[in-house]
T-cell receptor, first 112, second 114 residues
Framework: AQSVTQPDIHITVSEGASLELRCNYS??????LFWYVQSPGQGLQLLLK??????LVQGIKGFEAEFKRSQSSFNLRKPSVHWSDAAEYFC??????????FGTGTSLTVIP | NAGVTQTPKFQVLKTGQSMTLQCAQD?????MSWYRQDPGMGLRLIHY???????DQGEVPNGYNVSRSTTEDFPLRLLSAAPSQTSVYFC?????????????FGPGTRLTVT
């Protein structure tokens, strides 16, 4: 069965520091992979997605993610975090059908 | 475009009561879905629809019914609410069926069942 693991429940970084959020997936084929961000009291917004081609994907707000098939990972990165990046981040897998599977999320706190 | 809208924003029910959570989108999207979000469990798919008249179950469908009579609307019904259904519910839509496409999420409905 498909599954998504985000091993870090909560991460705290200083403003201006780099960020990496981890995501591992379980899926038989090359999955469709997504990162979404959720601000408090809001719905989810797509940051970026991967479905084929270049394994380094650029997204909105300066985020990027790298698909590593050998590690079954799709980690999200940002070189310099801004205070407005504080939010909950979700990794998701599309199963090539009509279903999506989300990780449990990573909460990001940014300290000045 | 209003995008995906959900009503109500908040709701408190007593055990055994029924209600319908409303979801509408004005983007002419084929695919619509309902998720519940619980602490420590992420989002879990309840039901989805790939077009008017077509619905299917997701990961956690028990206790919920859906129908899709128009492209725009996808209501979620709780026939007999239980405390285990206390959650935040999100509706989402995407351009086409198939998990390749970006989903657009509504702002959510926070439901409490006492």
């Amino acid at each position: 069965a498909q599954s998504v693991t985000q091993p870090d429940i909560h991460i705290t970084v200083s403003e201006g520091a780099s960020l990496e959020l981890r995501c591992n997936y379980s899926y038989g084929a090359t999955p469709y992979l997504f990162w979404y961000v959720q601000s408090p009291g809001q719905g989810l917004q797509l940051l970026l997605k991967y479905f084929s081609g270049d394994t380094l994907v650029q997204g909105i707000k300066g985020f990027e993610a790298e698909f590593k098939r050998s590690q079954s990972s799709f980690n999200l990165r940002k070189p310099s975090v801004h205070w407005s990046d504080a939010a909950e981040y979700f990794c998701a897998v599309g199963d090539h059908g009509n279903q999506f599977y989300f990780g449990t999320g990573t909460s990001l706190t940014v300290i000045p | 475009n209003a995008g995906v809208t959900q009503t109500p924003k908040f709701q408190v029910l007593k055990t055994g009561q029924s209600m319908t959570l409303q979801c509408a989108q004005d983007m002419n999207h084929e695919y619509m879905s309902w998720y519940r979000q619980d602490p420590g469990m992420g989002l879990r798919l309840i039901h989805y629809s790939v077009g008017a008249g077509i619905t299917d179950q997701g990961e956690v469908p028990n206790g919920y019914n859906v129908s899709r009579s128009t492209t725009e609307d996808f209501p979620l019904r709780l026939l007999s609410a239980a405390p285990s259904q206390t959650s935040v519910y999100f509706c989402a839509s995407s351009y086409s069926s198939g998990s390749l496409y970006e989903q657009y999420f509504g702002p959510g409905t926070r439901l409490t069942v006492t």
